[in-house]
């Protein structure tokens, strides 16, 4: 063939149905691959403090695609493997992650430019992989609009459906665990790669067939992880250092929230079951006889005789065990992570003694706050013992359990004589800024409140209130029953704290509305120290999107900038875009209390309501659109006190569907900008993530929706101003 043959030039383009399905599929990996990598780097501190910002590598890649010459279709041909790679050489470096963890180890002696520094590091990290998902996205979209005849609606609408696929995806989490997630999402794109091309398919048959056998390989998951995880104190490996010998690992395996392990330990006449989920150690078993600790000198006086008990976060089933051993009543044991309960009651039954299936105890799998919220029970005892004291320092909350509502709804719940008690190792508050927190927020709801601590220095506390509805007579046999305590255990002293160490004038409960704060991120960050890391954060964002920006204005054809307008509608169509599906996530947190799910659920509605909206809307009714869809987010704003998934459902929808539309029409309408709308969108993403992040934080959720939906106005106002003639007819440059 003569060098000019087009055939040998350049392969025929794949059918728009076989794109279609790649793009989809691309999607969707890159998302799963993203999430995956997400769940790991939650083992350490505050994740979404850096991984969203990351964002700001899209246009770097958009960049360093258009540098690349040749026709878009051939571009984003040569960028699948090169992604690839690049993921590939991610998972890598996500292994040496625990080398760089500083902060784990010395927990409470942190300060923001620790912070800095481990964000840096792990944003370098993570920068290649979101460099090259960027240029392969923008290539996509080039690509698409040839492949599907300029149809930029369908191209932009198959990329949020295959994201919303790759959140769907990661649910397999439970049962495949994170390793085979990164394996199935780097599969994916060999998946994509034969779709495209006719070329290489031995190579790719081989490549599929290598990854087939990592993911059938039994000890993938465990191998991984086993290099993945660290051995700072409290960790596994920590604990098999210190016990050697007397260690032996029963069970390891991903659950529906974290990475979930027993651990025997065996020491002389003791034998002692440890839980840990992340690799931190959360709870103990003791088998045999009755541990002897603090917790069960100090609440087994108080639940003597109590006819119904609830236990959050029974975990192996110590409180379980501590009832039984003085009650025979009705005892529901709840923990949040599933596996537990799996492995507790299954493989592991004969180790853990059988406890949970004891008569009278009932096992709930899920959250206690959503379970109490639907009964209409009354409970002699509720147990809540260092329940999510660790992770993420409550930046990023598992659960809403530890606010001002919650609390109240569980002394509501109390009979007459019935006690809350909660306790925890001081290790978690060692300036008992949590201790005054709890006390003084259930007083608020009229519980008399006690408290004990146990070592010198103490080591451990435990706060115990009365119903608010006990008589006098009850409470003076709980008064009784405090002189009954042991004043020792393990030759380390047991004491009554003194009302001026628990209760002060200086208090502002943790309200649902601001339950950031409600861990022992006070005893590290203050309110003060937030704002810092924000400021850092925020100075370090703009001098790089300053740079990224005049490195793509160089790249112009024709030179000079864009319309100014356009620039700024981009810059708002990327916050607008992150901040609204932030909205939906924290709305449905509010009312289902478990941050993860609501994540799943917020993120794939928003981004299948988005998808469909590309779709459905077209420039001639994308005007009428947004009018309509001022109505919900205008009386929302009217009506701040309305909460709860289908309130922002109402709200949102025709907002969420106009959200969807905006970008590809931009993107289509200024042919010779797309490369600053695919940056600015990118970079308008960053900063919405930034104030997606921290302003909850240190302002509140209803703050934040107040501020995403006056961008989501402004955002609206700027399209109808900016896009009446341009917006009127399709550009097909």
């Given at each position: 063939m003569s060098e000019q043959d087009p055939i040998s030039q350049h392969p025929a383009p794949p059918t728009a149905l076989r794109f279609s399905l790649a793009l989809f599929v691309l999607s969707m990996a890159v998302v799963l691959f993203s999430l995956s990598l997400f769940r790991l780097i939650s083992f350490f501190i505050m994740p979404s403090l850096f991984f969203d910002l990351l964002l700001v590598c899209f246009p770097i890649g958009a960049a360093l695609a258009v540098w690349w010459k040749g026709e878009p279709s051939r571009r984003f041909g040569l960028a699948l493997p090169l992604l690839q790679l690049v993921m590939v050489v991610t998972v890598v470096a996500t292994l040496l992650l625990k080398h760089v963890d500083f902060m784990r180890g010395g927990l409470f002696n942190v300060d923001t430019t620790s912070i800095?520094?481990?964000?840096?590091?792990?944003?370098?990290?993570?920068?290649?992989?979101?460099?090259?998902?960027?240029?392969?996205?923008?290539?996509?979209?080039?690509?698409g609009r040839e492949v599907l005849k300029h149809r930029m609606n369908g191209v932009y609408a198959l990329v949020l459906f295959g994201a919303a696929g790759g959140f769907v995806v990661s649910l397999l989490q439970e049962s495949v665990g994170v390793a085979r997630l990164l394996v199935l999402s780097i599969g994916m794109l060999t998946a994509v790669k034969l779709a495209l091309s006719p070329r290489w398919r031995v190579l790719r048959g081989l490549e599929a067939l290598a990854l087939i056998a990592v993911l059938a390989y039994p000890g993938t998951s465990r191998d991984f992880m086993l290099a993945f995880k660290s051995s700072k104190p409290n960790s596994a490996a920590h604990y098999k250092a210190i016990y050697g010998d007397s260690v032996r690992s029963l069970y390891e395996g991903w659950g529906?929230?974290?990475?979930?392990?027993?651990?025997?330990?065996?020491?002389?006449?003791?034998?002692?079951?440890?839980?840990?989920?992340?690799?931190?150690?959360?709870?103990?078993y003791r088998q045999g006889t009755l541990d002897p600790g603090f917790r069960e000198t100090v609440l087994q006086p108080f639940v003597t005789d109590s006819r119904n008990i609830v236990i959050i976060g029974s975990g192996g089933g110590r409180d379980v065990k501590l009832v039984r051993s003085v009650s025979g009543g009705k005892i529901v044991a709840m923990d949040v992570e599933p596996a537990v309960f799996r492995v507790t009651r299954g493989l592991l039954r004969e180790e853990f003694e059988d406890v949970y299936s004891q008569p009278g105890v009932e096992?709930?799998?899920?959250?206690?706050?959503?379970?109490?919220?639907?009964?209409?029970?009354?409970?002699?005892?509720?147990?809540?013992?260092?329940?999510?004291?660790?992770?993420?320092?409550?930046?990023?909350?598992?659960?809403?359990?530890?606010?001002?509502?919650?609390?109240?709804?569980?002394?509501?719940?109390?009979?007459p004589n019935g006690v809350f008690c909660m306790g925890y190792d001081r290790e978690l508050d060692p300036q008992k800024v949590l201790l005054r927190q709890y006390a003084m927020t259930l007083q608020m709801h009229g519980a008399k409140v006690v408290a004990f601590e146990h070592g010198t220095p103490p080591v451990e506390f435990c706060l115990i209130a009365y119903s608010p509805d006990a008589d006098p007579a009850q409470l003076a046999h709980w008064k009784q029953v405090e002189s009954t305590v042991g004043r020792k255990v393990h030759g380390n002293p047991i004491r009554k704290m003194r009302d001026e160490e628990l209760f002060s004038t200086d208090f502002s409960p943790v309200t649902d509305d601001r339950p950031y704060l409600a861990g022992n991120i006070a005893s590290?960050?203050?309110?003060?120290?937030?704002?810092?890391?924000?400021?850092?954060?925020?100075?370090?964002?703009?001098?790089?999107?300053?740079?990224?920006?005049?490195l793509i204005l160089a790249e112009r054809k024709g030179g000079g900038a864009p319309n100014f307008r356009v620039q700024f509608l981009a810059l708002l169509l990327g916050a607008n875009f992150l901040m609204l599906e932030h909205i939906c996530v924290l709305e449905i947190f509010r009312k289902q209390y478990i941050y993860y799910d609501a994540i799943i659920v917020g993120v794939v509605a928003f981004l299948t309501i988005t998808g469909l909206g590309s779709l459905l809307i077209n420039n001639r009714t994308l005007r009428w659109a947004i009018l309509l869809s001022w109505i919900g987010p205008v009386i929302w704003l009217l009506q701040l006190n309305a909460t709860g998934a289908a309130v922002?459902?109402?709200?949102?929808?025709l907002a969420t569907l106009v959200t969807g539309n905006m970008f590809p029409a931009v993107f289509e309408a200024?042919?010779?900008?797309?490369?600053?709308?695919?940056?600015?969108?990118?970079?308008?993403?960053?900063?919405?993530?930034?104030?997606?992040?921290?302003?909850?934080?240190?302002?509140?959720?209803?703050?934040?929706?107040?501020?995403?939906?006056?961008?989501?106005?402004?955002?609206?106002?700027?399209m109808l101003l900016v896009g009446p003639r341009a917006l009127g007819k399709q550009a097909v440059s």
């Open positions: 800095m520094i481990q964000v840096a590091i792990f944003s370098a990290i993570y920068a290649p992989f979101f460099v090259a998902y960027g240029a392969t996205e923008y290539l996509g979209y080039l690509t529906r929230y974290s990475y979930f392990e027993v651990m025997k330990i065996e020491t002389g006449e003791d034998s002692v079951l440890w839980g840990f989920y992340n690799d931190m150690n959360q709870w103990g096992v709930i799998a899920g959250d206690a706050r959503t379970y109490l919220e639907k009964s209409s029970e009354k409970y002699d005892a509720i147990f809540f013992w260092s329940v999510g004291g660790y992770p993420q320092l409550m930046l990023e909350p598992g659960n809403m359990i530890r606010t001002k509502e919650a609390l109240g709804g569980f002394v509501r719940h109390l009979s590290i960050l203050s309110i003060k120290n937030v704002r810092t890391l924000f400021y850092q954060i925020g100075a370090a964002l703009v001098l790089v999107c300053v740079v990224i920006y005049f922002t459902f109402a709200a949102m929808f200024h042919p010779q900008d797309r490369l600053h709308i695919f940056a600015l969108d990118a970079i308008g993403a960053a900063g919405g993530a930034m104030i997606s992040f921290f302003m909850p934080i240190l302002y509140g959720m209803t703050a934040f929706r107040v501020v995403a939906l006056a961008v989501f106005l402004l955002t609206t106002v700027v």
